[in-house]
């Protein structure tokens, strides 16, 4: 079947990469994956492979004959600069699927922003491999903030949660990667819901941490009086456990005018949309 144009949008995290393609209609075509592609934990040349891979794999999965890819738009964790952006793209430059392709290049906290609260201003929190938040004020004005540490540590995530259950000797892992430590974030959390009181106690040390993230956020936003929206994402911030309830009951206690939304779509499918209104 002959076709055209299509569009790509990749949401890059610490853990997974993630691509969608989608026809000049924006019905999906094709979907990629790949591991994590932050170039501040893997390196900006295991990043550009990774982003590599995720849209090839969407490009092969396409059943569609005469097309091509118009324009790619990638919300990658880690970036934040300019500099990034231009370090990022220029490891992408010498894939098949680069030539003639426009490309753009953002932090994945701006997709997931747009993903959980539309144009609406609020607070998004990321709670992943990661933990960072971007918020937005009435006025439009975007602040971003991240627990990462010079040391690379970052409390609140969930690679310091797995940190924290290695060192109480909780729990064991075959790699010192940041993905893979982070993994151990989910039976530690299994672990706390089963009574393990060193677990809870991990568990309380590292909501308390993302409390503090969400608070001087809404200080950078001079956020008023009026309700404030916030939606809680990421792999281990959106799944329905006991870190949640704990992290969402300490943003509670911060401000009686905060309201939790859910999600109003994919960070990927935002990042396919930027890219197909770039048409």
């Known amino acids: 079947m002959a076709f055209g144009k299509l569009y790509l949008g990749v949401d890059g ?36 492979d990774r982003i590599n891979q995720a849209i090839t794999n969407a490009i092969q999965s396409v059943e569609l004959d005469d097309f091509e890819v118009d324009a790619i738009y990638c919300g990658i964790a880690g970036i934040r600069t300019t500099e990034e952006k231009n370090r990022l793209a220029e490891s992408l430059t010498g894939f098949d699927w680069r030539q003639g392709t426009r490309l753009t290049i953002d932090s994945d906290l701006s997709i997931a922003h747009e993903a959980a609260l539309g144009n609406a201003p609020g607070i998004c929190l990321v709670i992943g491999t990661g933990a960072a938040c971007i918020g937005k004020s009435e006025s439009g004005a975007i602040i971003t903030c991240s627990n990462r540490q010079p040391n690379g540590e970052e409390p609140g995530s969930g690679y310091a949660i797995g940190l924290d259950a290695i060192a109480a000797g909780l729990l064991l892992v075959q790699s010192d990667e940041r993905n893979e430590v982070a993994k151990a974030a989910k039976p530690l959390i299994e672990l706390a819901h089963s009574g393990n009181i060193k677990a809870r106690e991990i568990l309380d040390q590292n909501s308390k941490a993302i409390v503090e993230l969400v608070s001087k956020t809404m200080e950078d936003l001079e956020w008023g009086s009026d309700k404030l929206a916030i939606t809680i994402t990421g792999g281990v911030g959106s799944a329905d456990t006991l870190y949640r309830v704990l992290v969402q009951e ?23 949309k930027r890219a197909f209104t770039l048409n």
């Open 250 to 272: 300490k943003i509670s206690a911060l401000n009686s005018n905060l309201a939790f939304r859910i999600p109003q779509t994919s960070a990927v499918n935002v990042a396919a």
């Open 13 to 48: 995290g610490g853990s997974n990469t993630r691509s969608l393609l989608v026809d000049n209609r924006f019905n999906p075509v094709g979907l990629g994956s790949a591991l994590g592609c932050n170039p501040h934990n893997c390196g900006f040349k295991t990043a550009g």
